[in-house]
């Protein structure tokens, strides 16, 4: 076999290589049901008001959070979803519930003895 065979061959792969990637990366979609979830949640010492949250496959959740004592965390790991909730200011968190399963939020500020129960559940069906 001569030189330029390998060469050619290594080429070939190289070229192939980046094709695929590209491929891959626009092949990469969220589907959407379309349907935009509101919640409301309260989080205080030491829970998250509701504590479980149900919502289907593709929704889009918008969810408005409000600590009425301390400042608290709201934490969704899953979702890439780590919210800081200052006392008495709502904030709004937005994400697609791409992923079946039952994912478990937290709070990420330490805010006293009940910190470390702090949690809840994202349940996508
Ligand atoms: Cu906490």
């Not at 030491?46 to 919502?55: A, G, L, Y």
Request: with cysteine; glycine share 8%.
């Amino acid at each position: 076999m001569s030189k330029y065979f390998w060469l050619l061959l290594i080429g070939v792969i190289i070229v192939s290589g980046v094709l695929l990637t590209k491929q891959k990366s626009t092949l990469t979609s969220i589907t959407t049901s379309g349907k935009v979830k509101d919640f409301s949640m309260i989080a205080k010492q030491w829970q998250f008001d509701p504590s479980i949250i149900n919502v289907k496959q593709g929704d889009k959740i918008r969810l408005k959070i409000k600590s009425i004592d301390v400042t608290h965390g709201f934490s969704l790991l899953d979702f890439n979803v780590n919210e800081n909730l200052e006392p008495g200011k709502e904030i709004i968190v937005e994400f697609i519930a791409d992923k079946k399963g039952e994912f478990t939020f937290f709070c990420s500020v330490i805010c006293g003895t009940g910190h470390s129960g702090m949690k809840g559940k994202l349940v996508v069906e």
